[in-house]
């Protein structure tokens, strides 16, 4: 992705270093910090350092990689499971991040007793995976942008975008396929309360890409779409099931609602990583419950009722029947036939 010109990733993998933007510092200023011990790249991730499900997704098969690293030669097995165990609870909803633990601990696990080679593979698998999702989202765009018309209006929610994989973004890496073909595009960004990953990171990376946007509220899109101002739903995801339900950010199934009210395309992006194959509807996965510190404060900045608790599910369900089309690196599939058309074409 473009940054003041440069050229950079989310995150990547170097030298037994784990490296990554700042996205809590994102749009205010740009950082990256740096991380050598995988239980500092868990607290990044909960803290939400790095966020986005295939960018936690990597973030994890890194902090694997860093883990093998760690362990010492004589409890190797034992160590590398417990580091597997405690990565996988850093964030419940995005399966992404199951995947890329898993992925790294089952290749590393191959190669002991050899231990120098069960490191080295670490590092491989972790590689790989990211590599793998980000050739994902490339993908996606290229594949995705074909069902954005020129002159569209596009509402997004959150951040499928760049900053939420290894690189391109999901939704947002159709929007920008789009953009560079020369469509004439604009974006209504919804805020995403509470933490505001649409009005700090979406708008941040369409005004990077000169892609016209503006940033409403979460609570506005139903307007533009009495107004029939919007043309095109797209979002990511961070789960999909075996029967197309999917889960993304707080928010999403009410877009999906309204898409459907005004008879509007409601698309959803994912790379094979945020699919669940062992998912068999959207009741069956965890919702992330976050602090509700997030909804009551903004840093030092009391923002309710101190006394009101506040309840902050930070994911909803859409369920298959709301969403037109699930777009994928292998196409743009029915959402019921999406789990089976990615695993087909995986095996
Ligand atoms: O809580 P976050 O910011 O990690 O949630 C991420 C999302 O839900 C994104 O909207 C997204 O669609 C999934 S990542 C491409």
């Not at 749009?27 to 868990?42: L, R």
């Not at 190797?76 to 890329?100: E, Q, Y």
């Not at 602090?291 to 923002?303: A, C, H, N, S, T």
């Not at 959402?335 to 990615?342: C, G, L, M, S, Y």
């Amino acid at each position: 992705m473009l940054i003041n010109g440069n050229e950079y990733k989310s995150l990547w993998l170097e030298a037994n270093r784990v490296l990554m933007i700042d996205q809590n510092k994102i749009p205010y200023s740009f950082e990256i910090k740096a991380f050598e011990d995988y239980e500092a790249v868990i607290a990044a991730i909960k803290d939400m350092t790095v966020r986005g499900a295939p960018a936690i997704g990597a973030a994890g098969a890194y902090a694997m990689a860093l883990a093998a690293a760690q362990a010492p030669d004589e409890k190797f097995r034992s160590f590398l499971r417990m580091a597997k165990d405690k990565i996988l609870i850093a964030r419940p909803t995005a399966v992404d991040l199951a995947n890329g633990v898993q992925s790294v601990y089952e290749s590393t696990l191959k190669f002991i007793p050899d231990l120098v080679h069960a490191r080295q593979i670490a590092v491989l698998a972790a590689l790989e995976f990211a590599q793998k999702s980000e050739e994902d989202c490339r993908r996606i765009g290229v594949i995705g942008q074909e069902i954005v018309p020129d002159g569209a209006r596009i509402l997004t929610h959150c951040n499928a975008g760049a900053l939420a994989t290894v690189d391109w973004g999901t939704a947002l890496s159709a929007i920008r396929m789009a953009h560079r073909k020369g469509k004439k595009i604009f974006v209504y960004v919804s805020e995403t309360r509470p933490r505001l990953q649409g009005s700090r990171i979406t708008a941040f990376e369409l005004e990077q890409e000169g892609i016209p946007h503006a940033i409403v509220t979460d609570s506005a899109s139903g307007f533009y779409f009495w107004k029939n101002e919007v043309d095109l739903v797209l979002v990511g995801a961070d789960r999909v099931c075996l029967n197309g339900d999917i889960a993304n950010k707080i928010g999403t199934y009410e877009k999906a609602v309204l898409a459907k009210e005004h008879k509007i395309p409601f698309y959803v992006a994912a790379p094979l990583s945020t699919f669940d194959y062992t998912c068999n509807h959207g009741s069956d996965i965890p919702i992330e419950i976050r602090d509700e510190d997030e909804i009551k404060r903004w840093g030092d900045i009391q923002m309710a009722n101190p006394g009101s608790p506040a309840l902050n599910p930070a994911f909803d369900i859409t369920p298959a029947r709301l969403i037109t089309g699930i777009i994928t690196h292998r196409g743009i599939f029915k959402p019921k036939e999406a789990a089976q058309k990615t695993h087909q074409s995986h095996s």
